[in-house]
């Protein structure tokens, strides 16, 4: 099958890579549509030492697998944890010791005719949802689990920082809380798609020092964390979102005379990431800015890696 390939920080594009083999709690998914992730670009660059076939943001179609499971439509978890450690039996499988990830850890991943995972991180798309919207929910539910780990409610002022892919998931997500909110970003376009969803927006020269009681770094660099951190009041919570490739410096005794909270967030829950998209509380199709068939997939992560890039997309199997 076709595929993309990382091997030494070298992405090539593959034509005889098998299709994965069936094994006992698992089905084979032919991948329909897969999203290129910051994280893919990354990876390309060296973040972690990942060999094998890239993309961990997908929708398919079950080919093998258990009869029930077959032709659905799904999206898939991308942590494959072992069911047996701790953090397992404690039903925090993302932090499973013995966990592969799609693309990313020991898991040949979405950049390819077929993957395979298993059943126990399969979702149903509804009906309602198109494949190009499904494409999102490993996004979506990403931002998503900062809703899982802190509470907010809408008397709290809640700063997002980062315009780009993951800050508009991130700031949409946490709209729906109610809560008093401002994402702040460095492009006027994007900045406007979140404001036609209701949201409002600025430049960093909008923020208030000291006066947000949340901020979401969604930048995954130095210049995003120092916002984040000069924003919040004292008690506040920084929760960091996004990949960071490099080392942080920060301010050590302001988080601890402030009584700061740092918060490391990343995979989500899908089922509540489907529902907002089959509900359209979460705008995503016009993040699209680029799609490529998959024998052009070199191409598509050069289109990503252009600055200012949101969505690009795949078409793998039509």
Sequence with gaps: MNGLWLADRTLSLKSDLPIPDLTPGKAIVKVLRAGVCNTDLELTRGYYP??????????????????????????GEINASCGQCDFCKRGVKTHCTDRTVLGIVNHNGAFAEYLSLPIDNLHVVPDEVSTDTATFTEPLAAALEILEQISITPNHRVIVIGDGKLGQLVAQAIATTG??????????????????????VGFADAIQSRSYDIAIECTGNLEGFAIALDALKPRGTLVMKST????LSLDASRIVVDELQLIGSRCGPFAPALALLAQQKVQVLPMIQARFPLVDGLAAFDRASVKGTLKVLLDINN
Aim: aromatic content about 8%.
């Design 244 to 247: 960071y490739a490099g080392k």
């Design 50 to 75: 990942y060999s094998g076939i890239l993309g961990h943001e997908f929708v398919g179609v079950v080919t093998e697998g258990p009869i029930e499971w077959l032709n659905k439509r799904i999206v």
């Design 179 to 200: 809560c008093d909110l401002l994402a702040i970003g460095r492009h006027s376009s994007k900045l406007k798609l979140l404001e036609h969803c209701g949201i409002a």
